[in-house]
């Protein structure tokens, strides 16, 4: 009987192991805990602030003017390292929201309808009302032009609040803002899309229509690596940034084209896996085999684990971690460091889009998917979801009022003047903060708190008896 393989890997130092053990171990639980991502962008923020307001600001300006060059013999592309992060890695970050809508659509809340309209109205609210509150600040030309930046929210924020609040939150109200700040990403992209674009060139349109015929053919032929689609998505965010279209909505369309079915499934897995088991088993039995022999069931194995999954979730969940935990802190750190003093609030027109970016946040998203979502739930369009009150839909429009890097992101396009951006983002620091301290206290006062494990019991015990 052959003995079971050891715990550890042949040849592993045990003190080493130890200590790998002892470092690793914390850090894998944290990134498994879901307020561990936004916990690092507002490290990264705060690092960023205080760079900035620090003696040594302008090295922190500096870095992010420094010039980068990509390319191969004449074909040369330079920009600042600030674009590099927020028109190149960026487009991971909005390609992952595509990969997230694409999922959503295929089998989450924005699969049925008639699940979907409370979501859907609760963020057209929360978008239409903080834009209405910053042009009532801001109706002169100059800086209306910000009305998208407090129409966004951060999702890992949003969500890291409600992890805070703990058992309180029930899971349909954690769906719900899921699926909120889900659809607020696509009216954020379409907001984008439309109006913080520059004129568009069709001739770079026409580069990415092309190179998006490409993704299909690749898909046509049955090409399952992801490797394989760098090159069309790279030319296809060429093209967008040719045409005039923030090229990091390329991210979004090759999400939205990512394949949401999946090749073998559980089935086909079981079925090829068990194949392979016995072809594997054959070989242990048989005198003399060499080790070269199992590659080919192994890789059947390997192909059948792959493809037991949707390509979007597969992709999704491989990137994710790099996103939450690399990507927007990385964008955090290089965008929120705004420099607060006189110089930046020093118009009007600066006072005014912090002033309009700030109460569009903390205000504007309570009142707008608070009042959306009573009205439909009034005219009998839609039903709360089991075991949602008012009281929640209230918790859930007060986190969504963290804007953070979305509409950080947004304010940079909104604005080329630096005293306009800086009071841009500075509003967002001040609203996201506030909101996320709002939405803790409405959620510690307005949500019950779990009751304990004996105490459920006993009121299951007593509920169970009445009925009888």
Partial sequence: ????????????????????????????????????????????????????????????????HTPVTVGVGALVFTQPVHFWINEGLMTIFFFVVGLEIRREIHEGELS???????????????????????????????????WGVPTATDIAFAVGVLALLGKRVPPALRVLLLALAIIDDIGAIIVIALFYSSGVAWSGLLVAAGAALGVVVLQRFGVRQAAAYVVPG??????????????????????????????????????????????????????????DELLSPLGRIRTAQIEAVPPVLRLQTALHPWVAYGIMPLFAFANAGVRVDGSSLGHTASTSILLGVAIGLVAGKPIGVFLASFTLVKLGVCALPRGVGWRGIAVVGCVAGIGFTMAIFIAGLAFDAAEKLAAAKLGVLCASASAAVIGLLVGRLALPAAPAPDAAKTLHEAETSTEH
Wanted: a positive charge; glycine letters at 10%.
């Fill in 1 to 64: 009987m052959n003995p079971s393989p050891s715990k550890h890997a042949p040849g592993t130092w045990a003190p080493a192991r130890r200590i790998a053990e002892r470092v690793l171990g914390p850090l894998d639980r944290f990134l498994h805990i879901e307020a561990g991502s936004g916990l690092v962008l507002l490290v990264a923020s705060v690092i960023a602030l205080a760079w900035a307001n620090s003696p040594w600001g302008d090295v922190y300006e500096h870095l992010w």
């Fill in 112 to 146: 049925d309808l008639r699940r979907a309209t409370l979501p859907i109205a609760a963020a057209l609210g929360g978008m239409v009302a903080p834009a209405l509150l910053y042009l009532s600040l801001n109706p002169s030309p100059a800086s209306r032009h910000g």
């Fill in 234 to 291: 790279g030319v296809l965010w060429w093209g967008m940034l040719r045409a005039g279209v923030h090229p990091t909505i390329a991210g979004v369309v090759i999400g939205l084209m990512t394949p949401a079915r999946s090749w073998f499934g559980s089935h086909g897995f079981l079925s090829a896996a068990r194949r392979a088991v016995d072809e594997v088993d054959a070989l242990a039995h048989r005198e003399g085999h060499r080790a």
